[in-house]
């Protein structure tokens, strides 16, 4: 059963091979067998089981959609009623949310079931899944190795065949990169294109939820549920969701590929560069015609990045004070010493990090000098993608400089970490969407190919995916022990 | 560009941010080397350049001031540590 996509998963419920409890208990029972993948925060076996149960009733009165009754896992950043979200953070670790983010309730209402809560990043911040509370997540294909992040948790997890699929969430590359670092298939949709209400802000204005899967067309059923205009959520753009499953089939004769040449520096290690290589021929061959284009502010990305999202993260993460909810320090002396305890006590060293950083790139006298300067720079990252695309259909190019690396490898050195991130933070300065599909293998490790589109051309990409993924087998490759 | 311990003492103190003593001089090492990436900006020219604050250029939605929610209190306060007759128990913090 741990092999099948949901599409396979969905045929088996209706014809009654087994029913959703049974599917459910069967990835429940395999999520305990591979505890030391170190994958789930929560396992809420209890409220799956009601799930399943009352999926089976829709199942049989003919009641269901394509994923009801299918276990997907949720990362702990999306607000879940009743069931612990701690967003990686002992800052949450006794938060329990009144009420379901609103992909958790479009998952709820599609009938899916929620087996538990994915292990992140602490806040989403970090490329590495080693920032997290709750320890560091391992990489399925080699126990050694970072299953990259903020959505590390996820990615192992379907890597590993833990569960069907699951979400994730993208604010410099967090779903591209632990996707890429463990060769599964991962979307981060157009910015506004699914609910941000509910799901625990990092920066607000980069922040986006999407699909993880192991294949492009089960990434198109999730996203067809996660998808869609939501009043709760300024930034919901209000458009026209497309059937995201229609296109996949759709030739990709004719299309043109860009190649952005600031992509293939040397800093991209050689056999990662081979690996698209090889895959860009493959989309030659199935009609493509590729074209050189050039992003001249991409190496700007960082920098703008950095500035933008701390300064974010400080205004965002300024609501966890030890006051309405979440952690409070023993006995504060007065007001100051209880937010200045409780935020110290509760906050990892990456998320201070990023905190000061954001508040003296917002401190008085430094504004125009990081912050605006960082806005106009990102004006100009936008600008060089928006000429890319207007002579291309997509862009393509490698999502991570380097294969995953060793765990603690680089955890004592931001800078290496966040250069790390150098392929995918762009595409969210951008709002732009953007896939990583399995592509190949260096040194025994997955490496991903990314895809970048148009604002809202998600089914295009998930057409280009899925047509790349009916002749490559890369995507139905399991790590050892996990098969 | 480089930041002091004392400068961190100050930010950390902004941001209601508390540090241990022994960790200071890390942050200002770490933290001088991200403005060092930062600095980068600054060679390129970006006057008369449009601030991007939001991916999509919109602009805010607004709405009806009108009441919608309905009064949860007792759902809310379910999963409160400690209330009392309705309302919300905390330790005393102002004297």
């Known amino acids: ?483 | 560009m480089s930041l002091t311990a004392d400068d961190v003492t100050k930010i950390a103190h902004l941001a209601r941010l508390g540090i241990d003593t022994q960790d200071i001089e890390n942050y200002a090492k770490d933290l001088s080397n991200i403005l060092n990436l930062m600095t980068q900006m600054g060679e390129l020219d970006t006057e008369g350049v449009q601030p991007m604050a939001h991916p999509l250029d919109q602009v805010q939605r607004l709405r009806p001031d009108e009441v919608k929610e309905d009064n949860q209190r007792e759902h809310f306060q379910a999963i409160a540590p400690q209330v009392e007759n309705g309302l919300y128990l905390v330790p005393k913090v102002i004297d």
């Open chain 1, 1 to 483: 059963m741990h092999n099948k996509t949901i599409t396979e998963l969905a045929k088996d419920l209706r014809a009654k091979k087994y029913s959703s409890v049974e599917l459910t208990q069967f990835f429940l029972d395999r999520i305990n067998q591979h505890q030391a993948l170190n994958c789930f925060i929560s396992v809420s076996e209890e409220s799956a089981l009601k799930q399943a149960k009352a999926a089976d009733i829709k199942l049989a009165k003919g009641e269901a959609t394509a994923l009801t009754g299918i276990p997907v896992a949720q990362k702990d950043i999306f607000c879940t009623q009743g069931i612990k979200t701690s967003c990686g953070s002992k800052m949450l670790d006794n938060f329990i949310a009144p009420y379901d983010a609103t992909v958790i309730e479009k998952f709820n209402q599609a009938g899916a079931v929620m087996p538990g809560k994915l292990n992140m990043d602490e806040f989403a911040m970090g490329s590495s899944n080693e920032t997290s509370y709750y320890g560091p997540v391992k990489n399925p294909w080699n126990l050694d190795i970072v299953p990259g992040g903020s959505s590390g948790g996820t990615a192992a997890a379907i890597s590993a065949r833990l569960v069907p699929a699951a979400t994730g969430t993208d604010t410099g590359g967090s779903i591209r990169q632990p996707a890429s670092l463990c060769g599964i298939t991962g979307l981060k949709p157009t910015y506004g294109r699914v609910s941000r209400y509910g799901m625990i802000a990092y920066a607000s204005s980069l922040d986006q939820g999407g699909p993880m899967a192991r294949s492009a067309e089960d990434a198109a059923l999730l996203l067809q549920t996660m998808a869609g205009f939501d009043p709760k959520d300024s930034t919901s753009v209000d458009s026209e969701v497309p059937d995201y499953s229609a296109t996949l089939n759709d030739s990709i004769e004719g299309l043109k590929i860009g190649l952005p040449k600031e992509f293939f520096s040397e800093d991209l290690n050689g056999d990662i560069a081979a690996v698209i290589e090889a895959t860009v021929n493959e989309y030659k061959k199935l009609g493509a015609e590729v074209k050189e284009v050039s992003m001249p502010n991409l190496k700007l990305a960082i920098p703008s990045y950095y500035v933008i999202a701390s300064a974010e993260c400080s205004a965002n993460l300024s609501r966890f004070d030890g006051v309405r909810f979440g952690y409070r320090c023993d006995k504060p002396a007065d007001l100051t010493d209880m937010y200045t305890r409780s935020r110290g006590e509760a906050f990892g060293p990456e998320v201070k990090r990023r905190i000061l950083m954001g508040t003296y790139a917002l401190s008085a006298g430094y504004y125009d000098a990081y912050y605006l300067k960082a806005q106009q720079v990102r004006r100009l990252i936008s600008d060089d993608f928006n000429k890319a695309l207007s002579e291309v259909d997509v862009l393509m190019g490698p999502v991570s400089p380097s294969t995953a690396f060793a765990i603690g490898e680089k955890s004592g050195d931001p800078i290496q970490m966040y250069l790390s991130d150098i392929y995918t933070i762009a595409i969210n300065l951008a709002g732009l969407p953007a896939m990583s599909i399995p592509a190949g293998f260096a040194d025994a490790k997955p490496v991903g190919l990314q895809i970048i589109g148009n604002y809202f051309a998600e089914a295009r990409l998930l057409n280009i995916a899925h047509q790349y993924q009916q002749v490559s087998d890369w995507h139905k490759q399991a790590p050892k022990g996990f098969e």
